[in-house]
C-alpha cells in the first residue's frame, strides 16, 4: 500500500486514493421538518425518504460508489436468459477471487441463506457461528434449526481493545461439538466482518483453525464472505503472519480451507448481487436444484446482468489494497473523532462503520425503551443523518413473545465505500457530539406497530413524551438559522 505523509504531521488525515467524477445532489431539511419526518417514519430509519436524508449511513448494502471500470464493464452485458458471456466473465473473476470451480447465483446475500438453510438445516439442528446476522437466524430457524453464538468474549466488550473481536471461541465450539454431536450440525458459519457486533474482524489464524476443527469432525465449514473485503484489510494490517502476503494470497490461503462460502455482492464486489461457490461439487448439487426454484435460471440466479458485469470487475477491485482501505480508514477517523471526544464507540474501529455504544451514551435509559433506536430517531433530528439501530430492535421476540434484549445495544453509522467526502464525515461528528453534549435531553420509544418477522425493516415505534421537540428547541438555541 502506498504510504503518503503530510508535511504538517498535525494535518495527517486519510486521503483517498480515487476521484469524484458524478454526483448527487444533497438535501437537509431544516431541524423542524426532521422532527416531523422522524414522527412519520414511526421513528424507524428505514422508514425515512431518502430524500429526507442528508447523510444516508443506515447501509453500506448496495450503495457503494462503484468504479469507472465497473460502470464501463456494465454496459457490455450479455443480457440472454441461458448461457450468457457475463456469466461466463462472472465465473472466471470468481475463480480468480477464491480460486473456486463452481457458481451459484442468487440475488443477493438473503437468498444464498435461503438456499443453504433450505438443503441443509433440519429441525432440531444447531448451527454455530462466531455471531449471527438478522437474515440468517431468521432462515435458519424458519427450518427449525438454532443458532449458538460462540464469539470470543472481548468481542461483546466495546471497549475491550484487541485486533480480532470477531474470533471464534475454539474451546468453545470443540465444546459445542462434543455436546451436541456433529451430525446435528450441519455447517459452522464463519461471517467474516462481524457486523452486529461493529465490524469486528476475526484473524486469518482464527479462520484457518475453525475450518480445521470442522474437517476433523467431518461438519462443513461456511465462510459468509459478504463483509470480507473490510476483513481482509485488517488481517493485512494487523496480523503479523499476513504482513508480507498480498490481499489475493490471504483471500486464497481461507478459501481453499473453507468448504463452501457465500457472500452478499451489495457489500463485497461493490455491486449488486450475490452467490454461492465451492470446489466440492457433491455440495452444489445438494443446492443446485433452489436456484431455478426460488432465483432464476442458472446462469443469472435473479440477478440483472449489468450488475453481474460490475459484480466481475468489482470482485478483482477487491483485491486491490488501495481499493479496499478507504472504508476502514475514514471509519477509524470517524471513531477516533468521537472517541477522542467521550463518545462511547466500539473500539477498534472495525469495518462496515462507526458504531456508538448506546447503553453507554444513554446509561439511565430502561432498556425497555430501545436506547439504540431512540438514539437513531435522535442523531436523524440532530444533522439529517441516518443511521441503523442494531440493538434489541434488530432482535426477535422469544417463542413466549418476551423481549430478547441484545447483548450490545449499538447505533451504526455506516460507511458505504467512496461515497462520503471527508468534511461531510467531519459533519457528521460535529453533529453527534452536539447531541452527546444534549444527551439528557433524549428520551425513549415504545412500539406502535410490530411486525413478528424481522420487525426492524417496517416496524414503527413512537417518542415516549415530547422530548423530540425539546431537542429541535435546543438545536435552534444553539445552531441559530443553520439548517
Ligand atoms: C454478514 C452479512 N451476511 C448476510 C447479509 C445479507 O445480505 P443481503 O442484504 O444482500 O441480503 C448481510 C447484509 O447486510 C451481512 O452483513
Not at 57 to 79: E, H, R
Not at 231 to 253: G, P, W
Not at 308 to 320: C, F, K, N
Request: aromatic fraction near 10%; charge should be negative.
Amino acid at each position: 500500500m502506498s504510504v503518503i505523509n503530510f508535511y504538517q504531521k498535525d494535518h495527517q488525515v486519510p486521503l483517498e486514493m480515487h476521484k469524484v467524477r458524478v454526483v448527487q445532489k444533497l438535501f437537509l431539511p431544516s431541524v423542524e421538518e426532521r422532527v416531523a419526518k422522524i414522527r412519520e417514519a414511526g421513528n424507524n430509519t428505514f422508514l425515512l425518504q431518502n430524500k429526507d436524508v442528508f447523510m444516508d449511513m443506515l447501509t453500506d448494502s448496495g450503495v457503494n460508489a462503484m468504479s469507472d471500470n465497473q460502470v464501463a464493464a456494465s454496459m457490455q452485458a450479455d443480457d440472454s436468459y441461458a448461457g450468457s458471456e457475463t456469466y461466463n466473465r462472472l465465473v472466471k473473476a470468481l475463480k480468480e477471487v477464491f480460486k473456486t470451480e463452481y457458481f451459484l447465483p442468487a440475488h443477493q446475500g438473503r437468498a444464498c441463506e435461503n438456499i443453504l438453510a433450505e438443503s441443509f438445516v433440519k429441525p432440531g439442528d444447531v448451527i454455530p457461528m462466531n455471531f449471527h446476522f438478522t437474515t440468517t437466524k431468521a432462515h435458519i430457524t424458519r427450518m427449525g434449526g438454532r443458532v449458538e453464538e460462540l464469539v470470543i468474549k472481548e468481542g461483546l466488550d466495546p471497549d475491550y481493545i484487541y485486533p480480532f473481536k470477531g474470533n471464534f471461541d475454539i474451546p468453545r465450539l470443540k465444546a459445542l461439538i462434543a455436546e451436541v454431536g456433529a451430525e446435528h450440525i450441519p455447517f459452522v458459519r464463519i461471517e467474516a466482518g462481524t457486523n452486529l457486533i461493529g465490524g469486528q474482524p476475526l484473524s486469518m489464524e482464527n479462520m484457518l483453525e475453525v475450518a480445521k476443527v470442522c474437517r476433523e469432525n467431518g461438519i462443513m465449514s461456511v465462510l459468509d464472505a459478504s463483509l470480507l473485503q473490510d476483513n481482509l484489510y485488517f488481517i493485512k494490517t494487523r496480523e503479523e503472519a499476513a504482513k508480507n502476503m498480498t490481499i489475493k494470497e490471504i483471500t486464497h490461503k481461507i478459501a481453499d480451507a473453507i468448504d463452501l462460502i457465500y457472500f452478499s455482492s451489495r457489500k463485497l464486489g461493490f455491486s449488486r448481487g450475490g452467490g454461492i461457490v465451492s470446489n466440492n461439487n457433491d455440495l452444489i448439487l445438494k443446492m443446485k436444484e433452489f436456484i431455478p426454484l426460488f432465483e432464476g435460471f442458472l446462469t443469472y440466479g435473479g440477478m440483472e446482468v449489468r450488475a453481474m458485469e460490475a459484480m466481475a470487475v468489482g470482485l478483482l477491485e477487491t483485491m486491490d489494497e488501495e481499493i479496499i482501505n478507504q472504508g476502514p480508514q475514514f471509519i477509524e477517523y470517524l471513531v477516533k473523532e468521537l472517541d477522542d471526544y467521550g463518545v462511547p464507540m466500539v473500539k477498534p474501529a472495525g469495518g462496515l462503520g462507526a458504531h456508538i455504544n448506546a447503553s453507554a451514551f444513554l446509561p439511565d435509559m430502561p432498556h425497555d425503551q430501545y436506547p439504540a433506536g431512540a438514539l437513531a430517531a435522535a442523531l436523524y433530528i440532530a444533522g439529517g443523518i441516518r443511521g441503523m439501530e442494531r440493538g434489541s430492535i434488530s432482535e426477535q421476540r422469544n417463542e413466549d413473545g418476551t423481549e430478547n434484549y441484545a447483548e450490545l445495544e449499538l447505533l451504526r453509522l455506516a460507511c458505504p465505500r467512496r461515497v462520503f467526502t471527508l468534511s461531510q464525515i467531519k459533519y457528521c461528528a460535529d453533529r453527534v457530539k452536539w447531541l452527546y453534549d444534549n444527551r439528557h435531553l433524549i428520551g425513549g420509544l415504545k412500539w406502535k406497530e410490530e411486525p413478528q418477522v424481522l420487525r426492524f425493516f417496517s416496524g414503527k415505534l413512537e417518542a415516549i413524551g415530547d422530548w423530540q421537540y425539546k431537542l429541535a428547541d435546543k438545536f435552534r438555541e444553539d445552531f441559530g438559522e443553520s439548517l
